[in-house]
């Protein structure tokens, strides 16, 4: 349906900053929300933040403040500037795409985030 793509994770330091960037491309349906999740090791996949068409966004409890989310639908890219990194962070992180419809939604392949106490 659409491919995504992810880029900026790496190894931090606690308290250091990483930027992630996702574009989307060959889109087979009007992308309306962008977004960012994670998991870590041995857990459930979570939701991070969220930004739609409209520049509405949420974000998970555990990050606020710490994490911004920013968009443009125009060239479907989503950005996720992190600041104050805590070792509990450290997930991969997904980019999502949705659609309009349920079917409408897609994953991209994951950029790993790592932060060391």
């Known amino acids: 349906q659409v491919q995504l793509v992810e880029s900026g994770g790496g190894l931090v330091q606690a308290g250091g900053s990483l930027r992630l960037s996702c574009a989307a491309s060959?889109?087979?349906?009007?992308?309306?929300?962008m977004g960012w999740y994670r998991q870590a090791s041995g857990k459930q996949r979570e939701l991070v933040a969220t930004i739609n068409s409209g520049g509405s966004t949420v974000y998970a409890e555990s990050v606020k403040v710490r994490f911004t989310i920013s968009g443009d639908f125009g060239e479907n890219t989503v950005f996720l500037q992190m600041n104050s990194l805590k070792p509990e962070d450290t997930a991969v992180y997904y980019c999502?795409?949705?659609?309009?419809?349920?079917?409408?939604?897609?994953w991209g392949q994951g950029t790993q985030v790592t932060v060391s106490s």
């Open positions: 060959r889109s087979r349906f009007n992308i309306n929300t």
């Open positions: 999502n795409a949705k659609g309009r419809l349920s079917i409408n939604n897609a």
